[in-house]
């Protein structure tokens, strides 16, 4: 019948009306694969068949089958939305069910899964802390949580080094001033005298009339430095003395023509370095005065041949009963001029003569004004403590000037170096807690002054210069001049020690004193005087002792950063020394500024427990590349992780090689040793360059971000700049797709005519690449399903026609009679 025919027409139109408007639904729905309705023609068969003219039923729904083309990708920026570019399906999670999807809008739980808008969990392959990806399917975790610090166990650095670098060490010789004048304590006045004589006393006005009777006397100089002799005087009014002196100017006059005499006296005679001057002495009583210009001399001065009249200005006739009083030097170090030979490499000679007294600071400046010398001095005395007194709290100790006033060693210690950048430069105190003792140091070699004040009796300090030489006692006698415990001469109030000199030699360069002095700074000079020092040797602070130097940052076990400085410095090669070699150089290590080297257990306590300086050798073939025989493995295994005030911190401390540290280092670590590798450096004929650095420490740190790269890989990004492989997505293929069956929320599940599914890594077998901060749309052609929406109601009127003319035929014949 023709109604069956065109109710079969109805309900497929109808099923693909529903189908379209699915599709129609699910335009914008993100992984929607579209559907089409798949009809096929029915007919009445028997078992004989259905003969030659048969006639059609109508229509029936075979099938609704889904067509898994690429949708478009379009980019989100949100870092876990996922689009697979080619075959293959996310593998989900849902309460133990495992489906599949298109659909990569992900994000995250708070457990930190990545998890759809249904709570499934995305499955892939995690990854172990060092970013080793299993092989082992499960859900994706995010570690939320703070990442915990790593210290650092191994660096790994490409550098190349210089070729062309020139050696900047060489080979020379020093020499420390050993003549038993250095650093001895050296006492005397403070302040030079003068050679003075003084005439007998006199009063105004003079009984002698010098228009009359004039004076005449002879005044002798000897033992002087320079202009001695002696100045015949003649006193008259012509010379321009008045005639009667009854003042004390012109007493004054008088001296005034005796020293213009003195200063320029009549050929063959020559001036002479004295003058005179007049005294008031109070209560009508007058005296004159012959002193020497120049002081610290112990000169002589003398009245000779003087006329009888003299005695009327005080002067006596005969010599025996003028007696001056010699000038006195100002104490100094001690040391003598002293001449020494330098020798240069061609042979030729330069004497350098030191003055008298000169400070080991002046001398040593001198010194290195001398091509191929180079000269440093130190100056040191210790403040005994066993006669130090200061019973009041009233002695003033002056040290180079300045007066220090400390009622305590241990005062003085910090007073001291208070002012060592100020008014006391370069002077330095230590002192010693078991002794008590005061050590003073001149880091320069300036000579070491000291004297002492005090209104009490009997305070005292006691100064060491040379310990193998006397050392000094000032003390307080306030009846008295300051004086020199157990010296006989009163007035001497200060002590001086001087410094001592370092010379260094360059190599080819020799010092020769063939006639030393008794007393001097240098002694005799043999081979034995001279120590054999590196020229030039590395130094941290001073760039010109090495070629180049690089930092990176390294991280001890609680995450704390700290700065590692890398020098480099090439080694001298002379090929008829057995012991030097090619292309060598050495790698000096410092961390934050510290040495870290192993302990010289050779020492004596404490200093065997104290850090050396951490070097290595490191040689180059003849091509330039790393010699990984002869070069030392670079083990790193005395750094103990300070604080910013150079206190331990409390992080893992070292293993040094004596306590078993070796360059296997355990995974966790167990100290804080780590190992420096050069592989793959470089010695060619360029600049110094890093090529690459890294190491694998770091400090702690949060997540900040993630990537996921086309295979899948999925990388945290941390704060402390680290980045992490938490694991990888995985995707599944089917041999039939078509046989997957819907389950809603964009999610297929497999079914027998699917086949099982085949899980692998992105861009593995047919499997297509994960496309990150995107989504797939659906792949629903809304035109094309506008068009079969039509063609449906086309389709379901004319069924619905039929079902009209039908009924009308039908209703025809019931309607014949």
């Known amino acids: 019948m023709p109604f069956e025919a065109a109710l079969s027409g109805i309900r497929a139109a109808s099923s693909d009306l529903s189908v379209t408007g699915n599709n129609i639904a699910n335009a914008s729905t993100t992984g929607f694969k579209e559907s089409r309705a798949e009809f096929g023609d029915v007919y009445a068969i028997s078992v004989l068949g259905a003969g030659s003219n048969a006639i059609g039923s109508g229509v029936q729904l075979h099938d609704v089958s889904q067509s ?6 379009t980019f989100t920026e949100n870092e876990l939305d996922l689009a697979v570019n080619g075959n293959g399906f996310f593998v989900m999670q849902v309460n133990g069910e495992q489906f599949y999807t298109r659909a990569g809008s992900f994000g995250l739980d708070d457990q930190g899964y990545i998890v759809n808008s249904t709570s499934g969990r995305l499955q892939g392959f995690p990854a172990d802390d060092a970013g080793n990806i299993s092989g082992l399917q499960n859900d994706i975790r995010i570690q939320t949580s703070n990442l915990s610090p790593r210290p650092t166990t191994s660096v790994d650095a490409l550098y190349n080094l210089d070729a062309a670098d020139p050696v ?9 001033t050993t003549g038993n004048a250095i650093g001895v304590a050296q006492v005397g006045i403070q302040t030079d005298t003068t050679t003075t004589l003084e005439s007998g006393t006199f009063t105004l006005p003079l009984a002698n009339d010098f228009n009359t009777t004039p004076v005449t006397f002879d005044v002798e100089l000897t033992g002087a430095s320079q202009n001695q002799g002696t100045v015949s005087i003649n006193l008259n009014t012509a010379a321009g003395v008045p005639a009667v002196v009854n003042s004390f100017n012109a007493l004054s006059t008088l001296a005034g023509v005796i020293n213009a005499q003195l200063s320029n006296p009549l050929p063959p005679a020559t001036r002479i370095n004295v003058s005179v001057s007049a005294v008031d002495l109070g209560g009508g009583n007058y005296r004159l005065d012959f002193a020497q210009l120049e002081s610290g001399e112990s000169s002589q001065i003398r009245i000779l041949n003087g006329s009888a009249s003299a005695a009327g200005i005080g002067l006596a006739v005969t010599p025996a009963t003028d007696v001056s009083t010699p000038g006195i030097a100002a104490v100094d170090n001690g040391y003598p001029q002293q001449s020494i030979d330098i020798t240069d490499q061609t042979g030729n000679i330069v004497t350098y003569t030191s003055r008298a007294a000169s400070t080991a600071a002046t001398t040593a400046a001198e010194l290195n004004a001398l091509s191929g010398v ?4 130190t100056t040191q005395m210790t403040l005994l403590s066993a006669n130090y007194t200061n019973s009041a709290g009233n002695l003033i100790i002056n040290l180079n000037g300045v007066n220090l006033t400390s009622d305590n060693l241990a005062g003085l210690e910090t007073e001291i170096n208070d002012l060592s950048n100020t008014t006391l430069p370069g002077v330095t105190a230590t002192l010693d807690a078991v002794s008590g003792d005061l050590t003073v140091n001149s880091a320069v070699g300036d000579d070491l002054v000291i004297s002492i004040s005090s209104s009490d009796d009997q305070d005292s300090l006691e100064v060491l210069g040379d310990p193998l030489a006397p050392s000094q006692i000032l003390e307080v ?35 020769t004193n063939a006639l030393p002095p008794s007393i001097g700074l240098f002694g005799p000079l043999t081979p034995d005087s001279f120590t054999d020092v590196t020229l030039n040797a590395f130094d941290p602070a001073d760039q010109a002792t090495y070629n180049s130097a690089t930092s990176m940052t390294v991280y001890d076990s609680l995450g704390n950063p700290h700065v590692q400085t890398q020098y480099f410095v090439k080694q001298d090669y002379d090929p008829n020394d057995p012991t030097t070699s090619p292309n060598h150089w050495v790698m000096y290590v410092q961390i ?14 404490p200093q065997n427990t104290v850090a050396t300086r951490a070097s290595y050798n490191i040689y180059f073939n003849e091509d330039g590349s790393l010699n990984n025989l002869l070069t030392e493995d670079i083990l790193i295994s005395n750094w103990t992780p300070l604080d910013e005030n150079g206190v331990p911190n409390g992080a893992l401390g070292p293993q040094n090689v004596l306590a078993g540290g070796t360059t296997l280092i355990p995974d966790p670590p167990s100290s804080s040793n780590f190992v420096i590798n050069l592989t793959g450096s470089t010695q060619f004929g360029s600049d110094f360059s890093v090529n690459d650095v890294d190491q694998n420490g770091y400090t702690t740190g949060r997540l900040s971000g993630l990537n996921v790269d086309e295979t899948g890989i999925i990388f945290a990004r941390f704060t402390n700049g680290e980045s992490q492989i938490l694991g990888q997505v995985a995707l599944a293929d089917f041999a039939n797709t078509q046989g997957l069956q819907p389950v809603g929320d964009t999610m297929w599940a497999e079914n027998f005519k699917s086949g099982p599914p085949n899980v692998g ?43 009209e003319t039908a009924d009308t035929v039908t209703q025809t014949i019931i309607n014949l009679r």
């Open 477 to 511: 006698d306030t009846n008295a001049a300051l004086s020199i415990a157990g010296a006989n001469d009163a007035s001497t109030d200060s002590i001086v020690v001087g410094g001592t000199i370092e010379v260094t030699l360059d190599e080819g360069f020799s010092i």
């Open 761 to 803: 890594v992105p861009q593995s077998g047919a499997l297509g690449a994960v496309q990150a901060g995107a989504l797939e749309d659906s792949n629903v052609d809304l035109s094309e399903e506008l068009v079969n929406l039509i063609i449906a109601q086309r389709n379901f009127q004319a069924s619905a026609k039929t079902i």
């Open 374 to 377: 180079a000269a440093t001095a």
């Open 592 to 605: 934050d500024g510290r040495d870290i080297g192993d302990p010289d257990t050779t020492l004596p306590p």
């Open 68 to 73: 898994f083309n690429q949708g478009s990708i």
């Open 168 to 176: 900047l060490q060489s080979n020379g010789r020093s020499i420390q």
